[in-house]
């Protein structure tokens, strides 16, 4: 709040000039002299951030935490809800939720939703598709496998997707898969017969890669490389546990345990909610009280597990790593007849830690439930603003990620006003 | 964008029946194996590679014939399961509630996701017109979904023609349980999901490709404004105009209950009238009035876009990549054969495997970058791939608790080696990954310990080793054994220093470990290789 504050207050004519910019150009103005709130281009925060996704998968109902709808008589909320701030988040409490005001009061600061944002489909296998990569159709990759390719590290894991989708079109090599059943673990601990001794494995191991650096094909190359990670990752075996683990805590420690250990910059975990009963409520919409609760309470634990992990390059994980907590769609306003609600193409998301202008609410519904337009420099409701969408979503988990969003975008900015 | 080009044909004008100048053809033996591997799961016999080596055109006599083997059709419900993506591994009902034994849910998933795929495959094969997917009379059944669901099948062991009981029409694919179990529709959702599905799989019409942008008048917010909009809007209508109607022909696969088996292995005529009273509009295909679900079938098959989707189809299943604006030319001639065949997809599989795209193995030097980014030149095998060479080459299937681990992902492997699960992964890796080497790398090392087992120890003749490598003393006839088995996998004579360095690595394992591993070594390093791997 204090950053978009002081951005107003540097005078009109900068403000709209900065408006005009490309966050490339922004940067490289900054370097030559311009007054801004964010840490300069020479820090690169942004390259070294690792991101964390936790997707709740099936359309979550943003009523219940991030849009306080309980004065708009034409959205269907639950009795008893009221919106309070906590941690400078104006959020929807209620007394099944505690764990909710809980997070916020902890963690506000480092915390900013992003609510209204269109994603544009009401199916759900488009909806998350169009969420995570910005598009419908097959041949993007996702904002992870994105951030993680484009890490300046050599990462033996650079994406480590634990559960949840993976759309790794062009950037495959980059994506460790768990498995749903920890089936990577069994295969690098496998104890068959078949597998030779250590001294012969290493043997074999450097024959084969040996022959793909040999080849002169590109493909020969990317093999080579993979090879080079699998032997980094197989090294970790004792280190960590791939197994994944049947919850969400036992997930999200597999992924905390490869950023502690270095070998990542992203990870996935899907949460399908309180005994994986989903979130995709066309009946029994109450249940998604239950899910929110939950979540939070793991949410608190993560963050606080954060802190105490220390970072390989020095300070803790909590420094260096970005949670982002998203669903595929928001469910339509009004119960159904069967006490639930049907999809809705407007959703939320909540990015919390490294790199965050945290204690702020961006975007807003309206008495219909869309989302307002925003203006994505100050992260306020304006009507000649951006109506935001997933590209934006994505081109801010981008820039946070030190990358030049808009390529990636298509051109469309990210939201500036999120970045601290 | 492409499929509306070049499906209407017309004056677009063509590329010249020429090599591409900026691919180059793969070697003769390295092509075969591709080919081999594409049309019949496996890798070229060692008398198929030597004819090939000494006359590269005798190619063009072997190939040909992997379209008759058995071994093709199972390959082509390979290649359909990776678009039509109904090999998954959960449905809303299970073994429970057929009163399976529990060693039957592998196969019971199995072939309630293969049922349709079986009757793209039986098609193909018969040289049945390529409409007859959506026309045809029947389906595909093994024992088991013949004990389940009301079929009458043909006798025979495995998948045998078979012929609904319960007053389904005939309309091919769309008429089997398989689909539609894997596109089920909600109470809410009024068959729409499945109608969607039904114009990408069989029209590469894709409705969601479509932005859904909600507006503000009518109001959302109540039933009565969605139906309105639905109705009215001209951006719901965009779509709802044509698919509303589809989804209202489908209402004999409508189930009270989703969970509930004896209700989806029926059909349902008492509920095809439902549709209109769901949807408020009649069966209707794009304009034209159906009734019912033959009669759907029936327009669909007169459908340009029917044949042009195969084609789009078998191009991206073969070249291993989606086809663009680039492509139109390929598409194009590959079309006029497939038409001139009389829609027999042999014909449309032999025009697409002599086109240099599906032959190249490299580039020219004045290729373009954007050629070279295009092109998949080299190929990933896939884990049906992986399966099915293997278990022809060694003998070895990889199970675990009568689950086949290439073939699912509850507890094996598949989107791990690159495959798709039908679900959350709907398109085959293209490039190697870590997990993907991983599994690359346990499959080989079993594969091989089984391989030396069966051809080595215990004497069977005729395998992939020869009885009488074993013991080899010399090391010419080492370097020359194991240079044949260089040769039959990799379909490439290794140069002097290869044939080295693999003979170096087996005396190292063999002094180490003993003979026995040292051919396990040699076997698993060479299924690992670069040029095993790729195609």
Known sequence: MAERGFRAAAGHGVCELLMKMSR??????SAA??????PLLAESPGNGRRFLFVYCKGGWDTTYVFSPMGDNAEVDTESNAQAIESGGILHVDHIDRPAVRAFFSKYGKQTCILNGFEVRSIAHDKAQRLLFTGSPSTGQDDWGSILASQS?????????????????????????????????????????????????????????????????????????KVLESLTGVESLVGAINFEGGDDLESRLETVLNCFELGVSRCGIVQYDGVDELGWDTHG?????????????????????????????????????????????????????????KHHWTYTSAMLVGAGVAGGQVIGQYDSQFFGLRVNPWTGQLDDRGEALTDKHFGATLLALGGLDAEVYSGGVPPIEAALR | MLLLLWACGGDVQTEALTRDPELIALEAPRLLRRMSLDLRGSLPSLTELDRVEADPAALEDIWPTYLDEQAFEERLVELFSEQWLTRVDRFNVGIEDYHLPEDKEFEFHES????????????????????????????MANPLLASIWPLERSDGEGWQPARWTDNRPAAGVLSSNGLWWRYYTTPFNFNRTRAAALTKLVLCEDYLERPVRLSAAPSLLDEDGTEESIRNDPACQSCHSTLDPIASALYGFWWYEIYDPAEMSQYHPDREPMGEMDLGVRPSFFGQPVEGLAELGQVLAEDPRLTSCAVEQAFQAFLRREADLADFGRLQRVQRAFEDGKLRYRE???????????????????????????????????????????SELTGFEWKEEGWEQLKNDRIGHRVLAGGVDGDGVDRPASSPSMSQA?????????????????????????????????????????????SELHWRLLARRPSAEEAEA??????????????????????????????????
């Open chain 2, 348 to 390: 449309l599989i032999r025009a697409l495997l002599q086109e240099p795209a599906y032959r190249a193995g490299g580039f020219s030097e004045d290729a373009s970058e954007e050629s070279r980014s295009r092109e998949a030149v080299d190929r990933l095998l896939s884990p049906s791939q992986w399966a099915s060479s293997l």
């Open chain 1, 33 to 38: 002299g311009l007054l801004l709130p964010r």
């Open chain 1, 152 to 224: 300046e590290s050599n990462l033996t894991m650079p994406y480590i997707h634990v559960t949840g989708p993976s759309y790794a079109a062009n950037t495959q090599e980059s994506v460790a898969r768990l498995g749903s059943n920890g089936q990577l673990n069994a295969l690098l601990e496998f104890s068959e017969s078949a597998r030779p001794s250590s001294d012969i494995e290493a043997l074999e191991d450097a024959f084969v890669l040996q022959r793909a650096m040999d080849g002169n094909r590109n493909f020969d190359a990317r093999l080579g």
């Open chain 1, 284 to 340: 029994g919409n109450a249940i998604q009280s239950s899910h929110y609760q939950e979540l939070f309470g793991v949410l608190t634990d993560l963050m606080d597990d954060l802190k105490r992990r220390p970072s390989p390059n020095g300070g803790s994980l909590y420094d260096e790593v970005c949670v982002v907590v998203c669903s595929e769609m928001g469910r339509h306003p009004k119960l159904n007849n069967h006490q639930g």
């Open chain 2, 502 to 535: 693999l003979h170096a690595l087996f005396e190292a394992v063999e002094s180490h470990a003993g003979e026995q591993k040292a051919w396990q070594s040699a076997v698993s390093v060479l299924l690992r290789d670069t040029e095993f791997v790729s195609y």
């Open chain 2, 112 to 139: 309630v996701g293969e049922e349709p795929l079986r009757i793209l495959a039986h098609i193909a094969t018969m040289d049945r017109p390529w409409t007859d997917v959506v026309t045809w009379d029947g389906t």
């Open chain 1, 24 to 29: 490339r150009h922004l940067l490289q103005a």
């Open chain 2, 438 to 482: 991983l599994v690359v790398k346990r499959l080989a090392q079993l594969a091989a310990e089984h391989v030396v087992d069966r051809d080595l120890l215990s004497g069977q003749e005729g395998g992939l080793l020869r009885s009488e490598w074993w013991g080899l003393e010399s090391s010419s006839d080492r370097i020359a054994a194991l």
